[in-house]
């Protein structure tokens, strides 16, 4: 079944909350309920006015460097060096000690406020007066740059997907009017200048430009386009002037719907992140619980009270596990961020972490391994006639057809065709028409050929084959086929390479979807299915290979899509079927993007396991450094924020 397609979750607003931290890193003063840290870490500074914030601190830490200098340097009594110390540690540590208060209040106990304020005090009172001042200083340097370094992966991910239109030029009779996107509607005019954004999905009225799609779909290479053609809002205009009457109203633009699948992918949460938050549930006071224990046991046996609740204390700093559960949401929203610069939108990280555990991609054929595009493939010529011959003859022949076969045929002609008289179509056989000269001109099946009394060769390669004849005489034939895209093959050896196997499914005749599949480098192909049969054949493949990914349109494949267990979508861009049915919509129509998320995934998903081995071990290690007296205070801080920070900074690497 297909990884927690149903599931939502409620939608947060940072960049960790985004999946589900519940880490409040916004600095917008709401007080979010801790849904993903056991520890319940919520940043105390959040509610503060940066400049305030600022200030306290540096308050704080200088009041701190006195009495360091004091305590070194004059015979302070003890009151004096407990009163210095005991205001810079309220100066710096006011927010914590309260948050601490209302947590506990709340029910909250094990949450990180608490074990620093347990911590700082306890060392109070054991007289280390400047340690505990240092703790709590050197713990909220730490919680501000691990705050600065998420919020500016958040800023850095959104700027990726920086699409979203700020007004729309409104053509009222001769006026241009500047007006919100949300206010125009389906049938009005928009005026787009050089190197604005497009705001609204429209077809072109007037003008003609190259637009930059490349905030869409990750390709850089303009797009050239006139009147008639579509236009997609979040494209930038190039250096011509456009009138573009609106298609769709903003909310159903292709870039309204971009932007919302980008924004609530943090609502479907990978399997580790819930491993990660459940963890941590039990581990905080499973730690703590040990804390008291190295407090009490070797204290009764030793009666050295000062030394083991001490030791304790370095327990109760190391014991928070909000490395991990920082990190790991932030990997994966890095990871879905990343993705979508280079034009792979990924619904969730749960669709994220199931693209890691695919061994089978299923593609569709047409329109997905192939352009879904008649082309000329080869010529061949009569003796005594020229491949530009038959060309000629075919394309004056089919001038005046609307079929696709006649159109592959002009475009590889790429002349203007001399037109002919008295044309004709024959359902099921071809066209006639009749030169200048009067000589009659076929263009056809072997059918016609034969009807017509005409020898010919018979052409047995893959594909549609066209015979022309001329004046009763064979001229030669033309190979049109379907063209295999062009990075068809490259795909199939890169998830070879990475160990996914290939299937491909079509409608077509056996002979061709197997010509086809050998070309591409296709391990398997199920050939002449109907609509219907494709969901059978892709869980026979699911029982025999296991987890499958299908690549399809998005138009005709929702069933097959939806049964997937990741479903993905190429050409999203302009396709609202696509965005809608799919997992992961690829906006480009390049089947090498599935070899590159399936890639960018499993990088994903080696971060977030770096991340909770390095600070299950770092922490794991200091415990056992503080236990047998090694490690001190500055350790613990460092196991704490310290770990959390390296695995933040680590985690963005997701993104690149």
Known sequence: MKHEQHEHAEHMECACELNGSGHDHTHDGHDHEADGCACGHEHTHSKEEPKTYLLRIIVGTAIFALGIILQNTVDLPEWARFAVFFAAYLILGINVLAAAGKNILKGKVFDENFLMTVATIGAFILTDYAEGTAVMLFYLIGETLSDIAVDRSKKSITKLMDIRPDYANLKQGDDVKRVDPQSVKIGDVIVVKPFEKIPLDGVIQTGASALNTSALTGESMPREVAEGDAALAGSV???????????????????????????????????????????????????????????????????????????????????????????????????????????????????????????????????????????????????????????????????????????????????????????SEEAGYGVRAITDGGQEVLAGNAKLMERSGISFTEVNEVGTVLYVARGGKFLGSILIADQIKQDARETASALRSMGVGTAMLTGDAKRIGETVAADIGI?????????????????????????????????NDAPV???????????????????????????TDEPSKVAESIRLSRRTRRIVWQNIIFALAVKAAVMVLGVTGIADMWWAVFADVGVTLIAVVNALRAMK
């Not at 299923?362 to 595009?373: A, N, P």
């Open 237 to 423: 205009n190039g250096g011509g002037l456009l009138e573009i009457r609106v298609a769709k109203e903003f909310g159903e633009s292709t870039v309204a719907k971009i932007l919302d699948l980008v924004e609530n992918a943090g609502s479907k949460k990978a399997h580790t992140e819930k491993f990660i938050t459940k963890f941590a549930r039990y581990y905080t006071p499973i730690v703590c619980a040990g804390a008291l224990i190295v407090a009490v046991v070797p204290s009764l046996v030793t009666g050295d009270w000062a030394t083991w609740v001490y030791r304790a204390l370095l327990f109760l700093v190391i014991s928070c596990p909000c490395a991990l559960v920082v990190s790991v949401p932030l990997t994966y929203f890095s990871g879905i961020g990343g993705a979508s610069k280079k034009g792979i939108l990924i619904k969730g990280a749960n669709y994220l972490e199931a693209l890691t555990e695919v061994s089978e991609v299923v593609f569709d054929k047409t329109g997905t391994l192939t352009k879904g595009e008649f082309a000329v493939k080869k010529v061949f010529a009569a003796d005594g006639v020229s491949e530009e011959g038959v060309l000629a003859n075919a394309a004056s022949a089919e001038l005046n057809s609307s079929h696709p076969i006649a159109r592959s045929v002009l475009a590889a002609y790429g002349k203007e065709a001399p037109a002919l008289e008295n044309y």
């Open 523 to 555: 391990d398997e192909v199920y050939t002449e299915l109907l609509p219907q049969d494709k969901v059978s054949v892709l869980e026979k493949i699911q029982q025999k290979k296991g987890r499958a990914a299908f690549v399809g349109d998005g138009i």
């Open 561 to 587: 899509l939806a049964r997937s267990d990741v479903g993905i979508a190429m050409g999203g861009a302009g396709s609202d079927a696509a965005i809608e049915a799919a997992d992961v919509v690829l906006m």
